[in-house]
């Protein structure tokens, strides 16, 4: 992995502000293991929230609408809120990125053959195995879902104005009757589930918790919040095109 | 030596012949016949060898000492799993009975960039020894010997010292894991000292430096897919990962390292 050592460049900055340590931290295998859980466990804790709002849409136009509105109405609040949030997002796919590289070099000649030892079914459909892959698909999805309702900029999809009342809950509505984004927006969660499954219990271990008292709580956990998010997620591009306009 | 029950094997090998560290290497095939169930893993390749020697070709070459499972030197992939099919198991303790007539068996070396191969089965696992220099170690003054069990260990820190320092520092955790990471091997290192009274005085800086030296080797970083655990001739647990991580924190947050 990479060189636990400061590289020389930097080292005048950061001796200006003693923070040597904190960048020999940063660049160590376990410092970044902790910042690749901290984020996503950060995450993970946006996911609920984001779910929760989004639910409204099965309550009522209104209550949407409303939810949506009063976030908008907090101007500065949802400045600082997305800015933490996508600081969160590139750090952890920054650190995706470089470990994924680390890691491939470590390993440059491959065993002809290799099985695994672990007691469980079908290694190729282990979770642990595919976070680079199921995080790629993930980091898709999100871009398509920024762009068809943060940048309102599908081509193919019919905005209305977002000062109409109705334009939170009319916009979701058609974003989510789409069928490219009904597609993408299923698998998309579904693969997000897929790797929560094993993100939200592995950063608890790279945390350093991880104890017979609790570990098997915290797996259970896990696969628990991972169908929750998945299936809570997925009920939004199925269902609510069937709501009536 | 054959009781009741053992059988004879005839077996197609495939092993990894490379005639050195920057040779090109390839899988090659053996036909290997009259293999009794009762041989060790290691006994077959000993068979194979004295063949090889009668028809005047290079021998294979594998490493091995003691062949009773704690030199930790005779680790080699056994058709893609590391000491073979048998858990807690080492290469020179896996016997043939475990296998089949007629099949199929493919020898590769420990494949990692830290690893590098020195010969066929052979690889070059002196990364581990740098990173025990490092800091895997206690310091002691000499002198007179001191009275046993003068320093009281509490029983539960005892047995997870003895648990975490079965470690034979054989690599299958490197080998099979498949970011090539060797944090099973440096956590149990680290937690058995740290466990222990006398690993107290150099604990922060021994977990900082072994840290340091593992990613400067090159091994790869752990992403708890838990294969190093179930490959672990030694029984080395997960656990071990965690209290890494846990002293590694410790000492960047509250020590001078
Ligand atoms: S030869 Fe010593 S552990 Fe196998």
New binding site residues.
């Given amino acids: 992995m990479s060189d636990s050592a400061a590289s020389p460049s930097k080292a005048g900055i950061l001796d200006w502000f003693g923070l040597r340590w904190f960048f020999r931290f940063l660049s160590s295998s376990i410092g970044q293991k902790f910042v690749m859980a901290i984020t996503g466990l950060l995450l993970c804790g946006f996911l609920v929230v984001h779910l929760e709002g989004n639910l409204l849409l099965f309550v009522s136009a209104e209550k949407y609408n409303a939810y949506a509105h009063f976030l908008h109405s907090q101007e500065e609040l949802l400045m600082v809120a997305e800015t933490g949030l996508f600081v969160l997002f590139l750090a952890h796919l920054y650190l995706a990125f470089a470990t994924a590289w680390g890691n491939a070099k470590a390993r440059v000649d491959q065993y002809a053959v290799k099985q695994t030892k672990q007691a469980k079914g079908l290694w190729a459909a282990s979770p642990s195995t595919w976070m680079f892959a199921s995080g790629s698909v993930v980091l898709g999805f999100v871009i398509l879902h920024l762009i068809d309702m943060k940048f309102q900029a599908r081509p193919d999809i019919v905005y209305l104005d977002e000062h109409a009342p109705n334009a939170p809950y009319a916009n979701a509505l058609a974003v989510l009757s789409n069928p490219i984004s009904r597609v993408v927006y299923t698998i998309g969660v579904i693969v997000l589930g897929f790797h929560l499954s094993h993100g939200f219990a592995s950063a608890f271990q790279s945390l350093g918790l991880n104890h017979p008292k609790y570990t098997p709580l915290i797996k259970w956990i896990s696969r628990l919040f991972a169908f929750a998010i998945a299936a809570g997620f997925a009920s939004l591009p199925i269902l609510v095109p069937s709501l009536s306009r | 030596m054959s009781h009741t029950g053992s059988k004879i094997l005839n077996l197609n090998l495939q092993i990894w012949r490379q005639a050195g560290p920057d040779q090109p290497g390839a899988l090659k095939a053996y036909q290997l016949s009259g293999i009794s169930t009762d041989m060790s893993f290691?006994e077959m390749l000993d068979i194979l060898n004295e063949q090889l020697i009668a028809k005047g070709e290079e021998p294979v070459a594998f490493?091995?000492?003691?062949?009773?499972?704690?030199?930790?030197?005779?680790?080699v992939m056994i058709n893609g799993q590391a000491h073979g099919p048998d858990n807690a198991t080492?290469?020179?303790?896996l016997h043939m009975r475990r296998f089949n007539d007629g099949d199929t068996i493919v020898i590769e070396p420990w494949r990692a960039k830290a690893f590098p191969v020195v010969r066929d089965l052979v690889v070059n696992r002196s990364a581990f020894d740098r990173i025990i220099q490092s800091g895997g170690y206690v310091s002691v003054n000499t002198g007179g010997a001191p009275d046993a069990n003068a320093i009281p260990v509490a029983g539960h820190k005892q047995q997870e010292a003895m648990a975490a320092a079965a470690c034979?520092g054989?690599g299958a955790c490197v080998a099979s894991c498949k970011n090539a990471s060797a944090m099973l091997f440096v956590s149990a290192k680290v937690s058995h000292l740290a466990s222990l009274p006398q690993g107290q005085t150099e604990r922060s800086k021994r977990v900082v430096s072994m840290v340091a030296t593992m990613d400067k080797e090159q091994f790869g970083n752990c992403t708890n897919t838990g294969e190093c655990e179930a490959a672990c001739?030694a029984g080395i647990k997960l656990t071990n990962i965690a209290q890494l991580n846990r002293e590694y924190m410790k000492a960047v947050l509250f020590s001078g390292e």
């Fill in positions: 290691l490493d091995h000492d003691c062949r009773e499972g704690i030199c930790g030197t005779c680790g080492t290469t020179c303790q034979i054989c001739p």
